[in-house]
C-alpha cells in the first residue's frame, strides 16, 4: 500500500444554508480543489458522504449529481451511508483506493441538509439508523439512548448523577466556548461564556440530558483532495498524511454488554493506531464525535485517552483543554460547531488538518503545532465507528 496524503481542504458555514446539498457539497469541494493548486480534471474518483437527502430533499443518488455539478466528467463518484460516520468512511474508503493504486488522486467529503426537515422529522429520521425491529418500536431516539448511557455510567463508577451532570456540562462549555471562536462554526459569536450551571439548568431533553448536551440540527459541507504521497510535494509545502484508519461495527443495544463500552468504537480506534504505529499518547489533537456531553466522555475513554472511568473527572479538571493532557474538540466539536451528519467527518479532518498548518482560528490554535491529530466518527448508535490518524509527517 502507498501512503496517502491530504492536499486541499474545503469547508462551508455550518448552520442554516440557502443552498441545496448538491451546491453546498460543491462549495467545499471547489474550495479544496483550489486549495490543493489542482485542476477539475486531475480528480480520478469522487467519495461522498450523505446520511438522509432523500428525507431532506427528495435526493437519492447526490454523488453522481454531484461529480456532475463540479464539471468532473464520468468519474466513478459513490455516495457513502454510516449516518453520522457517512463522511468518515467516505475518506477512509478513498484512502484506501489511493494507497491500494487504483487512483492517484481523489476529492473526498459529505454534505447534509438536515434543517430543512424541522426538528420532529429530523429526529424520526435519524432515529432510522437504529436497530428498527427493537429499538424503534421501543420510542427510542439519540438522546434517549445517550440519557441511558449517561446513568449507566454514574452507575458504573458510583458517581452521583448530580455530580456527573456538572461533569458532562464541562464539555458542553468548553466546546461552545471554542465554537463561539470559529467563524465556521453554526454558534459562531454564541454561548461562549456558558457557565456549567447554564447547562444543567437549560431544558431538559432526556433525562439527565439538557438543550446544551446536545449538538444541533445542522446543514453543511467539507470536502478533501487526497493523493499519493510520493506526489504530494508537487501541490504544496504542508501535506498531511493519513496514518492509519479504523472501522468498526455494532449491532442492536440488546446485544450489547456496556453502552459505555461499545466494542465497535474500542476495536475501530486499536485499528487506527495498530495501522499508524502509533499509541494514544503520541495523539497531540483529537476531534471527537461529542453529539451530546457524555458521548466524548464515552469516547475519550473507549479511545484510550483516560482510564475507565476517568474521563469526566478529567474534563471537569481541563485537561481536555488547550495546554491540557489532551486538547479535545477545538473547533467547537459537534456542540459547538454544528452537526451536518453527512458532513461530519471531513469537517473533523479539516479542523486537524487546519491546526497542522497552524491556521486554526485565533484563540483555537494550540501550541506548539499538533504533529499528530486524530477524528472519531459514531454513525448511529455505535453501529458505525471510524478512526482517521493524521500527521505532519510519515511515520
Request: glycine share 12%; aromatic share 8%.
Amino acid at each position: 500500500m502507498r501512503d496517502v496524503a491530504i492536499i486541499g481542504i474545503g469547508h462551508t458555514k455550518f448552520g442554516r444554508a440557502a443552498k441545496t446539498s448538491i451546491e453546498l457539497f460543491s462549495e467545499a469541494a471547489l474550495q479544496a480543489i483550489d486549495d490543493a493548486g489542482v485542476e477539475l480534471k486531475d480528480i480520478e474518483a469522487l467519495f461522498q458522504g450523505a446520511a438522509l437527502p432523500g428525507f431532506e430533499e427528495g435526493q437519492v443518488m447526490p454523488a453522481g449529481f454531484s461529480a456532475a455539478d463540479l464539471n468532473l466528467g464520468p468519474i466513478p463518484a459513490t455516495r457513502y451511508e454510516g449516518a453520522c460516520a457517512s463522511a468518515s468512511v467516505a475518506i477512509r474508503d478513498a484512502a484506501l483506493w489511493v494507497g491500494a493504486g487504483e487512483y492517484d488522486m481523489v476529492l473526498a467529503g459529505g454534505a447534509e441538509k438536515a434543517l430543512i426537515m424541522g426538528v420532529p422529522f429530523a429526529t424520526r429520521t435519524f432515529a432510522m439508523a437504529c436497530h428498527a425491529p427493537t429499538e424503534g418500536p421501543a420510542g427510542l431516539t439519540f438522546p434517549g439512548v445517550f440519557a441511558m448511557a449517561a446513568r449507566l455510567y454514574a452507575r458504573n463508577y458510583d458517581l452521583p448523577l448530580d455530580a456527573l451532570r456538572e461533569k458532562m456540562a464541562s464539555v458542553s462549555v468548553k466546546n461552545h466556548r471554542h465554537g463561539a471562536l470559529n467563524p465556521l462554526a453554526q454558534f459562531y459569536n454564541k454561548l461562549g461564556d456558558l457557565k456549567v450551571e447554564d447547562v444543567v439548568k437549560s431544558k431538559m431533553v432526556a433525562d439527565p440530558l439538557t438543550l446544551l448536551d446536545c449538538c444541533p440540527f445542522s446543514d453543511g459541507a467539507s470536502a478533501l483532495v487526497l493523493c499519493a504521497a510520493e506526489d504530494a510535494r508537487k501541490y504544496t509545502d504542508e501535506p498531511v498524511y493519513i496514518l492509519g484508519t479504523g472501522q468498526g461495527s455494532g449491532g442492536p443495544l440488546s446485544k450489547m454488554e456496556d453502552l459505555t463500552k461499545p466494542v465497535s468504537r474500542i476495536s475501530s480506534a486499536k485499528s487506527a493506531f495498530k495501522r499508524a504505529g502509533l499509541s494514544p499518547k503520541d495523539i497531540d489533537i483529537v476531534e471527537v464525535h461529542d453529539c451530546f456531553t457524555i458521548a466524548e466522555i464515552i469516547a475519550l475513554e473507549c479511545m484510550g485517552f483516560f482510564e475507565w472511568g476517568e474521563a469526566a473527572d478529567a474534563t471537569a479538571e481541563g485537561q481536555t483543554e488547550s495546554g491540557g493532557e489532551i486538547p479535545v474538540n477545538m473547533s467547537g466539536g459537534l456542540i459547538g460547531k454544528g452537526h451536518p451528519i453527512g458532513a461530519t467527518g471531513a469537517s473533523q479532518v479539516y479542523w486537524i488538518v487546519k491546526q497542522m498548518r497552524g491556521e486554526a482560528p485565533k484563540g483555537n490554535q494550540i501550541n506548539p503545532v499538533p504533529e499528530y491529530g486524530m477524528t472519531d466518527t459514531l454513525g448511529g448508535d455505535f453501529g458505525t465507528l471510524c478512526h482517521i490518524i493524521l500527521g505532519r509527517s510519515k511515520k
